[in-house]
């Protein structure tokens, strides 16, 4: 997805012969029932043509063919079936490993995939404390990341334990979801 696709056909009349080069309208439908022609398609004289797109979703669509036909043919549409995954996005997290109690701790991440991201998105974060009285987890507050999708953020662990920050992205219609994990250690205000 989000990468060209090159479908190619020939149209042919009842006898199987060709009737040169002929005007055909393509029209795509998306997962979502958006339908969209596409830029006019001529065959060559043999009835040969290619059609390239980029599919913008991911999930099960079609692309329909159509022929208005002539003086002395009717009109033909064929209709092809297509599954798109979607693409794999990767979210990174760093920060410190170790730090005291009552220390601001700074957090920095991105959002990168192979394919085209949006240029805006929404990241969960969330912290889960493990230490002595047991493991707790709480949602903090999310982050917008823009453009280059990087992003920051801080937080001041008031006591000893494992916290364990989580970032995640829901995915979008082209891209699957994604999350990633940072553990630093917070030593006690005895430590």
Known sequence: MLEPLTLTGRLALSDGSAPGAQPLVVTRRLPDGTRKTLPATTTTADGTFTITDTWPLGGTGTYEVSWPGSALYGQATATLGITVAKAQAELTLSGPK?????????????????????SSVLIEVFRTVTDRDGTETVQLPSIQAYGELTFGFTDTPQAGGEYTYTVKWSGGPAHLPAEDSHVVVVGGASD
């Open 98 to 118: 170790k730090a005291p109690a009552g220390k601001e701790l700074q957090f920095s991440g991105a959002l990168t995939s192979a394919s085209r991201l949006p």
